[in-house]
């Protein structure tokens, strides 16, 4: 598949921008009262075809921040541009979220919602049509939306994995 986990790149030599979707506050009720905790999505990526996501629990907001941070770091995907667009159209489904996008001409911008838009801008998408179908639940959104990132194929691919060259696939 065209899909490349970017393990041999280091994460230290990318410039990686962070970009928060979701905190959510959760409480564990116990004899002595309530202790809350919190959650954190988190969205990391260079703004040049590389977006990781990441989900970080802790007692503090700062502390899940940080460690959401770190576990985008580790599920890097290589996102295939073509004009700050994707090449074609995409579904993409986690659990209830699903999702559905299509190129766009130059200068339309992103048209998405919340969760979708920051693994967009992080990835460097910048004309882009979207929909959200299914589940609104940040989780799942972010997920079905990096689902269908990694789906995607360029042309070299393409013709790579027909055998063919690159002529044959846009003339059929």
Do not use: C, W
């Amino acid at each position: 598949m065209a899909t490349q986990t970017l393990k041999q790149v280091r994460t230290t030599d990318l410039e990686l921008k962070e970009t928060v979707v979701n905190i959510n506050r959760v409480a564990k009720v116990t004899k002595g009262g309530r202790t809350f905790s919190f959650n954190a999505i988190v969205v990391v990526g260079d703004g040049n075809g590389i977006v990781g996501h990441g989900l970080g629990k802790a007692g503090e907001v700062i502390d899940a921040i940080q460690k959401g941070i770190e576990d985008a770091k580790k599920n890097l995907i290589k996102v295939p541009l073509n004009n700050n667009t994707i090449p074609h159209e995409q579904y993409g489904k986690y659990s209830g979220g699903k999702v559905f996008m299509k190129p766009a001409s130059n200068g339309t911008g992103v048209i998405a919602g919340g969760a979708m838009r920051a693994v967009f801008e992080s990835a460097g998408v910048h004309d882009v049509l979207a929909k959200s179908k299914g589940s609104s639940n940040p989780h799942n959104v972010v997920k079905a939306t990096i689902d269908a990132l990694s789906k995607l194929r360029d042309a070299y691919t393409v013709a790579e994995q027909r055998g063919t060259n690159l002529n044959k696939v846009f003339n059929g």
